[in-house]
């Protein structure tokens, strides 16, 4: 099993900045990708950013050049950060893990908000 621990959430104005982190439990070993998703009630979960282990990055096209994607191979953590953030950026994060083996699985961490509001 594989346990996530997301922290960095919270209010922030117009154009201002935030970087969310999550911290995977256990071993890396087997993990393909980790990334971040975002949820708006009633509306579906949407991919925000993802990174691949070898360090393959995409985007969701409203986030491309605002936000950036990392990871800490040795602390086995990925991080957003998000810049010049809009409202229509407010959400619930998720945290996303994905695993091959050991074992294999979609893993997701327990959500933590953002709000952009004036």
């Known amino acids: 099993q594989v346990q996530l621990v997301e922290s960095g959430g919270g209010l922030v104005q117009p154009g201002e900045s935030l970087r969310l982190s999550c911290t995977a439990s256990?071993?890396?070993?087997?993990?393909?990708?980790m990334g971040w998703y975002r949820q708006v009630l009633g509306r579906q979960r949407e991919l925000v950013a993802r990174?691949?282990?070898?360090?393959?990055?995409n985007y969701a096209d409203s986030v491309r050049g605002r936000f950036t994607i990392s990871r800490d191979y040795a602390k086995n953590t990925v991080y957003l950060q998000m810049g010049t953030l809009k409202p229509e950026d407010s959400a619930v994060y998720y945290c996303?893990?994905?695993?091959?083996?050991?074992?294999?699985?979609?893993?997701w961490g327990q959500g933590t908000q953002v709000t952009v509001a004036s």
């Open positions: 256990g071993s890396s070993v087997g993990i393909s990708a």
């Open positions: 996303n893990v994905q695993r091959l083996f050991g074992p294999a699985g979609t893993y």
């Open positions: 990174i691949t282990t070898g360090g393959d990055t």
